[in-house]
């Protein structure tokens, strides 16, 4: 079967060519690539691994702008030697899809009359309007093409089965659909829309109450959704028909249609001077297309859905700690089992991998991992998203400095993210220190009190500070939201270096998680899923859903402060209390409580 891997490792020169064709064809001089799809979604099926087909990189974010003589493949701050491993420099150009992104190429690089092709159903309005800009000032045009143009020369294109949708019980939800779209439409009142779209297989997930299989990682069903003001909920995806008639059975305002029926149902249902609601960076550009077309208005604001979802009810924040719980119960059993096996046998990257899975497998309501797990020895660590090759990758020795970032799916409800980087016999100072840093950044964060309403970035810089006195930096956000049996990257909670517009409010999931890469060397990364909850005074804080100990080999104590030492002392004090009664081997639990003993005791 295919996946990204195995499509981006087919890679050949041919493919650009055959795109270059298929444009000429359409008289474009440009075509906009993203790694989405219709969804703008991190995860595409493999039938959309667009970017992978075209250029090898397997990342999860990124867009190319091809060109009749390059290819400009723009990465964020997680891909870059990624990146440069995985493509061919003579095809392909890289740049920073921050630092220097598409639309500042185009000012440089755009001819007059070019016309640069993009797929309005694919595009967001966010991108549309900035490179629309570019291109006016270059006198350029941006071309809606008719269809995807990947129909044309991907020929061996795989083929997408149905989706396959389950009910989620209102119990396990904590809310009911009815529930849920009411609240809804309260914020499309308020907002005088007539029309809502929402293309984020997660929101369209949460807000019906259904799950799926229809994407590796992620457990929902490929679906998107026109929701209107009066009662009407139009539903799109190409489902088995079984587990369409339920749905509609339970809710019979909801209308089901084939997934390419998007556009037409759009233009059949929003009316002359009617006003849609548009997720400026996760919605598409084709639904701002058509209510201007009938003299209507699009508001271009983030969905409701995007958070509502954001703030879990109770059912779904217990939930959430009960996955954790026993995820944290399966990394001590990894961990035990990893630190005798490595003076033993030869353990490779991809042994780990799978090794994790299978320990996992013996918790009743798992179901699938909740993203590649990354298992990283060494250099390979210092790429933020390395997945061990079909080959088993590198063996794991006592001087190794290993990085496992690794999470699960489970079924009733919880999604979980967690990383250590663990080393098989004392450490040089200089691998301690650098771990230490890193602590220190997590601690930074997991011990601050805030006010209701900070913004990701201020937190952000909290745990940045200890690594700026050492003179360090890391290249990508300090957290994501976790969903609740949805995706392990959910929006719109963030701690990133850039401007968040979202305040942090209870309820709300985040990992924490500072890293430090060295090419070719390492990669250091302590991360924790967290809730926000209320602390002293009205004030928020961050409280650990996960229990998983630090390596102690790995902390210089004398570079800890007393808070710090207390937050570390106070942490493993936890994980013994939580994670030993879940552990039934007399031998772990011993081990456990060496690998957490306070850190005066060495």
Request: hydrophobic share 40%; aromatic share 8%.
């Amino acid at each position: 079967m295919k996946d990204v891997k195995t499509i981006a490792a087919a890679w050949q020169p041919d493919r650009v060519k055959s795109l270059r064709k298929t444009m000429s064809g359409m008289a474009l001089d440009a075509f906009v690539v993203p790694r989405w799809d219709e969804h703008q979604f991190e995860y595409a099926s493999v039938a959309n691994e667009r970017l992978a087909w075209l250029t090898g990189f397997t990342g999860s974010w990124g867009l190319a702008v091809v060109t009749h003589d390059d290819v400009i493949l723009f990465i964020d701050g997680r891909y870059p030697e990624q990146a440069a491993r995985e493509t061919n420099s003579e095809w392909v150009t890289l740049q920073h899809l921050y630092e220097q992104p598409p639309e500042d190429w185009l000012k440089q690089h755009a001819q007059t009359s070019w016309r640069i092709g993009f797929d309005s159903e694919v595009m967001t309005p966010d991108l549309y309007d900035r490179l629309l800009e570019a291109c006016e000032q270059k006198g350029a045009v941006m071309q809606s093409t008719a269809g995807d143009p990947f129909d044309q020369c991907w020929l061996d294109r795989p083929v997408t089965a149905p989706s396959k949708m389950t009910q989620f019980s209102s119990e396990w939800a904590g809310e009911s659909v009815t529930s849920k779209l009411a609240r809804v439409r309260e914020q499309m009142q308020l907002s005088e829309v007539d029309w809502l779209i929402e293309t984020q297989p997660d929101n369209v997930n949460w807000l019906l109450n259904i799950r799926g299989q229809d994407l590796p990682y992620c457990p929902v069903a490929r679906a998107r959704c026109l929701i209107g003001l009066e009662g009407e909920v139009h539903l799109f995806g190409d489902f088995i028909t079984s587990d369409v008639a339920a749905l509609v059975k339970s809710e019979r305002s909801i209308h089901c249609h084939a997934r390419d029926q998007f556009v037409p149902i759009l233009n059949e249902r929003i009316q002359t001077a009617e006003r849609l609601w548009v997720d400026p960076t996760q919605g598409p550009e084709c639904g701002r297309d058509v209510v201007e077309a009938r003299g209507g208005e699009a508001m271009l604001k983030r969905s409701p859905v995007t958070d509502l979802k954001a703030l879990k009810n109770e059912t779904e924040l217990s939930a959430l700690r009960s996955a954790c719980l026993a995820d944290s119960a399966v990394w001590v059993r990894l961990l035990y089992w990893l630190e005798s096996a490595v003076h033993q046998e030869s353990i490779t990257e991809l042994a780990v991998e799978e090794r994790i899975h299978q320990l996992r497998t013996a918790v009743d309501d798992y179901t699938a991992p909740s993203f590649r797990t990354i298992s990283a020895a060494d250099g390979n660590a210092s790429l933020a998203h390395y997945s061990a090759p079909e080959d088993g990758g590198a063996c794991l020795r006592p001087s190794t400095l290993f990085l496992l970032d690794s999470g699960g799916q489970f079924s009733r409800g919880g999604t979980t993210d967690t990383t250590r980087t663990w080393c098989f016999e004392p450490p040089t100072t200089e691998r301690r220190r650098l771990a230490t840093s890193v602590l220190k950044a997590h601690i930074a964060v997991a011990q601050q009190v805030f006010p209701k309403g900070t913004l990701g970035h201020a937190l952000d810089s909290a745990a940045r500070l200890p690594m700026w006195q050492a003179k360090l930096d890391y290249d990508h956000g300090t957290g994501h939201g976790v969903g609740h049996y949805l995706s392990v990257h959910e929006f719109p909670q963030r701690m990133q270096k850039s401007g968040t517009g979202v305040g942090l409010e209870v309820g709300m999931t985040l990992t924490v998680e500072p890293g430090f890469y060295r090419p070719d060397e390492l990669g250091i990364r302590h991360e924790n899923l967290c809730e926000v909850v209320s602390r002293d005074d009205g004030w928020l804080g961050l409280e650990s859903m996960a229990f998983v100990p630090f390596n102690r080999q790995l902390i210089d104590v004398d570079m800890l402060t007393m808070p710090e030492k207390a937050w570390v002392d106070d942490y493993h004090r936890q994980v013994r209390e939580r994670v030993s009664p879940l552990l039934g081997d007399d031998d772990v639990i011993a081990w456990l409580e060496m690998a957490t003993k306070p850190l005066s005791d060495h």
